[in-house]
């Protein structure tokens, strides 16, 4: 029973920081259209915000988050406009231009800071743990899991309650029609890559004090978030939240039964395997595009 | 697109191939002749991309599967063939000694065997891709998620040489390899040998390449590059086409993994990482994606920059490479060869203004 559910909450806090990492790109993916590998540069630009913010002004995690947000938001906008705004009608070549951003951003970051692994501290107030029901949890894991499914819930107010998320709606099914009605899309769309990179920042900073910063650590999340935007289904909130569940539990079960490295093997097979069936993702919206 | 064959087309294939096999004859210097060898390698594998990607429209993100696995392939013989200097027991290399193995896997016996080794390094790749291209396009499973499959298939392949690692040195690879040998030559990769050998491959595929994508297959390849909906109704079985084209390039990359490994001495997991895959669309996409030669051009042009730079000035070559690429994508999507194609037809089409003109010059006298 105690095995049960620390491993239960493996999962779900492995599925959390995925969720984390994956709801800036569901949100890209789904409304824009564009696949962005710089993502998992992102994340790494909010978690040396973090770090930066921490060492310079010693400001403590949560203060952080919200400067932390705007930074990698604005660095987001800049990208949107440079880059990404050229390519809209080219899908696939907004992967090979976002790779480029990738590691621009990667190596920009290596030389402002050094390539040296850096350490963002853990909050006083959340370094202990928890016992619930036996099992000793972290108390950072289960701020992490309490912030991701916040942010889940701020990310659908602002999509399906706003005037921004309507007009991010509207964009979405029709461009053109949208234009049409005197919405801005090219600002939608700057503004929405602007947030879903500030997502991706969050992320970055709250994943820092649990792995260590590096200037090449995006690699492996923004590999993993794709798997999980593409297995929920585009354009679906329901559909990341249900697959970062999903694989954050196929993870934990497999490294449980096996070690983490197949585990994590085997899910990416499993991926694999779901794509070639249902390409669409297990939760795909419809009647989009 | 290219556009459909003409003999003239074949000349700068064959100026390319002769120029490389010509080197050694001006290069003497064997650390040159060396680095000169690994962008041939690295020319290869590009032009396999180009090969799917640029032709056929199937974006492979985990070209880095067939490269990977033909470095492993050749790795092992090597290792098998130094083995004995490293640990004395039985000819079992080193790491499988630290990870307290007895006696040699099975699968790594035929590896004593140069032969086996090079045709593993060219029918593993082509039949895990063919196993996989199989798998995807029966399902007629194109675009974005053929980019998203192959991804997954990469960190697949790459998990699993990590993880296994009595059986493949784990992160740290197959390290300390013996110079391969076949027919009494000894091919030193510090030697004209060895760089006869890699541009031999590189000429070789890129004119089988070229033979290949002249062909009616090719022909249907690139028709399914421009549109598949179009080659489905004309009734053609377009999985198969694209089975063929995945595996060609997949065999391509393996061979040049295998110079890679040959090249570097050793064989790591990073061989078949995410970084130099995404690296090898990035040299395909600078030289041309639509061009076998276009794309080995780019790899050689892009490595040599990098390899020339001196120590100081590579930190933000990085910057700059990134940049490049980002400039090719969003404004010169066919690379340096849809540039000099272009450049080749307005020069050509000026000149048959001219002649037009001279010929005729009274007629557009009349007209004005």
Same mark, same amino acid.
């Given at each position: ?115 040296? #692994? ?172 | ?47 396999? #991309? ?250 050689? #042009? ?67």
């Amino acid at each position: 029973m105690d095995i049960l559910l620390s491993q239960l909450f493996t999962g779900l806090s492995i599925g959390s920081v995925l969720l984390l990492v994956a709801l800036g790109l569901a949100i890209i993916y789904g409304a824009m259209g564009v696949i962005n590998l710089a993502h998992g540069e992102f994340v790494m630009l909010g978690a040396y915000a973090t770090w930066l913010l921490q060492s310079t002004l010693g400001l403590s995690l949560l203060p952080c988050l919200f400067l932390v947000f705007l930074m990698v938001a604005a660095a987001g906008w800049a990208v949107e406009r440079t880059v990404v705004r050229f390519l809209y009608r080219r899908p696939l070549d907004t992967i090979l231009a976002t790779w480029g951003v990738g590691i621009m951003l990667q190596q920009a970051v290596r030389l402002a800071a050094g390539a040296d #692994l850096r350490y963002v501290e853990t909050p006083n107030p959340l370094s202990g743990s928890i016992d619930l029901a036996g099992v000793a949890i972290p108390s950072y894991r289960l701020f992490v899991l309490a912030f991701a499914a916040a942010l889940l819930g701020v990310t659908w107010f602002v999509v399906q309650r706003t005037e921004f998320g309507m007009k991010l709606r509207a964009v979405t099914q029709n461009r053109e029609m949208a234009s049409c009605t005197g919405i801005d899309s090219a600002r939608v769309f700057s503004l929405t890559f602007a947030f879903g990179s500030g997502l991706a920042g969050l992320a970055g900073a709250l994943v820092a004090p649990i792995k260590s910063v590096a200037p090449d650590m995006g690699t492996n999340f923004v590999v993993d978030a794709f798997m999980v935007v593409v297995v929920g289904g585009v354009g679906s909130l329901f559909g990341t939240v249900a697959s970062s569940g999903l694989l954050g539990g196929g993870t934990a079960g497999f490294a449980f039964l096996l070690n983490d490295t197949l585990a994590k093997a085997l899910v990416f097979l499993g991926v694999i395997v779901l794509v070639r069936f249902r390409p669409q993702g297990l939760f795909a919206a419809t009647g989009r595009r | 697109m290219p556009r459909i064959t003409s003999a003239a087309q074949f000349l700068p294939y064959i100026l390319f191939c002769g120029a490389i096999l010509a080197v050694p004859s001006i290069v003497s210097d064997p650390f040159l002749l060396n680095k000169f060898a690994r962008y041939l390698a690295l020319g290869l594998a590009a032009a396999a #991309l180009a090969l799917s990607w640029g032709y056929c429209g199937i974006l492979n993100l985990g070209q880095g599967v067939g490269f990977g696995l033909g470095a492993y392939a050749m790795a092992m013989h090597l290792k098998l063939k130094t083995s004995p200097v490293h640990t004395g027991t039985a000819g079992l290399p080193d790491f499988m000694v630290w990870n307290n193995l007895d006696h040699l896997p099975w699968f790594w016996q035929p590896f004593h065997s140069g032969l086996f080794a090079l045709a593993a390094a060219v029918l593993l790749p082509a039949l895990v891709a063919a196993l996989l291209g199989w798998f995807m396009f029966r399902a007629r499973i194109a675009g974005v998620y053929v980019a998203i499959i192959t991804l997954a298939m990469l960190a697949v392949t790459n998990l699993l040489f990590v993880d296994q690692q009595a059986y493949t040195g784990g992160l740290n690879g197959i390290t300390d390899l013996a110079w391969f040998e076949m027919g009494g030559v000894e091919f030193d990769p510090y030697s004209p040998a060895f760089y006869y050998l890699s541009a031999g491959c590189l000429a070789f595929f890129l004119m089988l390449g070229m033979v290949f994508t002249r062909s009616k297959a090719g022909l249907v390849l690139r028709a399914i590059g421009s549109g598949t909906d179009r080659v489905l109704f004309f009734g053609y079985d377009m999985a198969s086409y694209q089975c063929l084209a995945f595996s060609l390039s997949a065999s391509m990359a393996g061979v040049a993994g295998m110079l890679y490994a040959m090249v570097l001495e050793f064989a790591s997991p990073t061989f078949m990482g995410v970084p130099i895959s995404l690296s090898m669309v990035i040299w395909a996409a600078v030289g041309g994606r639509g061009s076998l030669l276009g794309a080995t051009v780019g790899a050689i #042009l892009v490595n040599g920059t990098q390899g020339s730079l001196s120590e100081t000035f590579l930190d933000s070559w990085q910057l700059i490479l990134g940049a490049l690429f980002i400039l090719v994508v969003v404004f010169l999507p066919n690379g340096i060869a849809g540039l000099a194609n272009s450049l080749g037809a307005r020069l050509s089409g000026r000149a048959r203004g001219m002649a037009a003109r001279s010929a005729a010059p009274s007629a557009l006298l009349n007209r004005r």
